[in-house]
């Protein structure tokens, strides 16, 4: 399978526990991104990286949220003392544009399984 | 705000069917817009994706239009299929940072036999 991998599919942890999601992305593809959906509801704009520079945080990131790409290759999401309002399904996605889509902006992200986190 | 608006909420239609899901947009200036498929617990798939240049994108039974100047779009599902039961997300990026995707919160179809 070639398309983007995550790591768990499920976790259940309890409150104030620390959990970290693994995103492994398409071979070669050098954007990466993770958005968050609760239920009913679609993703939200997590983070994007470039390589292995992180260059967006949403504000939705508090401060118990950390994300790494160390070599630009998989990465890394990780929640700190976790609360039950963090419970969602946490969606990675990859994208590799040519010099056209980049001018259109035209960046088609191939999207994980998700991570479905249950807070307890 | 940018915002991106779906409706309806939830639809019910019989296998062999045809139905036309809506979109409308706020986001300026606005790069592409793009229909995803995702299937419960799983991950979105794309559908189509359009420039503003684009008005119309086939991709099998699904064809999507686009109407940058009313700011609308729509997916039209032709012969239904069991199969096609899924949420349908219409997913939206600005010039300006065209690698952030603003999501609706979906369509949910859910087709009988």
């Known amino acids: 399978d070639t398309g983007v991998s995550q790591d768990p599919r499920h976790k259940i942890t309890k409150r104030g526990q620390n959990v970290t999601f693994r995103c492994d992305p398409i071979?070669?593809?050098?954007?990466l991104y993770w958005y968050r959906q609760t239920l009913g509801q679609g993703p939200e704009f997590l983070t994007y990286?470039?390589?292995?520079?992180?260059?967006?945080k949403s504000r939705l990131l508090s401060d118990r949220f950390s994300a790494e790409r160390p070599k630009g290759s998989f990465s890394t999401l990780e929640i700190q003392r976790t609360e039950q309002g963090d419970s969602a399904m946490y969606l990675c996605?990859?994208?590799?544009?040519?010099?056209?889509?980049?001018?259109?902006?035209?960046?088609?992200?191939?999207f994980g399984q998700g991570t479905r986190l249950t807070v307890v | 705000k940018n915002q991106v608006e779906q409706s309806p909420q939830s639809l019910i239609i019989l296998e062999g069917k045809n139905c036309t899901l809506q979109c409308n947009y706020t986001v300026s200036p606005f790069s592409n817009l793009r229909w995803y498929k995702q299937d419960t617990g799983r991950g979105p798939v794309s559908l189509t994706i359009?420039?503003?240049?684009?008005n119309t994108k086939s991709n099998g039974r699904y064809t999507a239009t686009l109407d940058a100047d009313t700011k609308q779009s729509s997916l039209h599902i032709t012969a239904s299929q069991l199969s096609d039961s899924a949420s349908y997300i219409c997913v939206v990026s600005a010039s300006y940072s065209s690698y952030k995707l603003i999501f609706g919160s979906g369509t949910r179809l859910l087709v009988r036999p």
């Open positions: 071979s070669e593809h050098n954007r």
């Open positions: 996605a990859s994208s590799l544009p040519t010099m056209r889509d980049r001018y259109r902006g035209n960046t088609e992200a191939f």
């Open positions: 990286f470039q390589n292995e520079a992180q260059l967006e």
């Open positions: 359009m420039t503003f240049s684009e």
